[in-house]
């Protein structure tokens, strides 16, 4: 957890170092402001403190700038001018918080841990938002599992437990809807006989080594052209099964 500090007054800036380096936070410094957005360019604070009245850029420009480049690293801004109006004018600009000096060392400690946590959750918020978008967005991808789907020159229709070529019907277990299903979704990857397993009798079922083989046999008399040649579903040796993708 690395702190900008942006203060004219070296004493000042000296007494605010000291404070949070007691507390085992890393600090850099600036006497402007323009040192100061420099500084956040390369090194990416987790926390920026910023006095109002500084030379080169003041503070309330610095917050801005800052914003630009980072719309959530927490910034606190410290001033000599405590009225309402001018704490408005700091949260305007995109500070967090604000204090009026003079103000007590605990004080500024607390304020400094607490926008840390806050900034903290924010990122936790994000993060598992960005995990629920990537989710909708894969759960969005995959086919239906009542569509139906064409698996060379086979219908399936997993709703009716049904697959046609042309005018001939063929009628399929729920579990072999589901081998097909597993292969479909999957098309153009091998897909491991434990894996076939576990999706499609559950991950509690402990098979023989040829169990899922002769299934399979079974399968491919009922909907290849040419059993002994598949081209629905095809072995990939010492692994599993796979169904090619289309083009």
Known sequence: MSILIAEDDPHLRSGIVDLLTLEGFPCQVAEDGAKALALFRQSKPDLCVFDVMMPAMDGLTLCREVRRIDPLVPILLLSARGEE????????????????????????????????????????????????????????????????VQMGDLDI????????????????????VAILMTLYERRGQAVSRDELFDLCWGRGFMPNSRALDQYVSALRKKIELDP???QIIRTVHGVGYRHEAEG
């Open 157 to 176: 229709d997993p709703k009716a437990m049904r697959a046609f070529r042309g005018n001939t019907k063929i009628d399929l277990t729920s579990r072999e």
């Open 228 to 230: 002994a040649n598949p």
């Open 85 to 148: 109006t001018d704490r408005v004018r700091g949260l305007d600009v995109g500070a967090d918080d604000y204090m009026a000096k003079p103000f007590g060392a605990r004080e500024l400690i607390a304020r400094v841990k607490a926008a840390l946590r806050r900034a903290k959750a924010q990122e936790s918020k994000t993060q598992e938002s960005k995990v629920q978008e990537t989710q909708a967005a894969a759960d969005a991808a995959k086919p239906d599992p009542c569509a139906r």
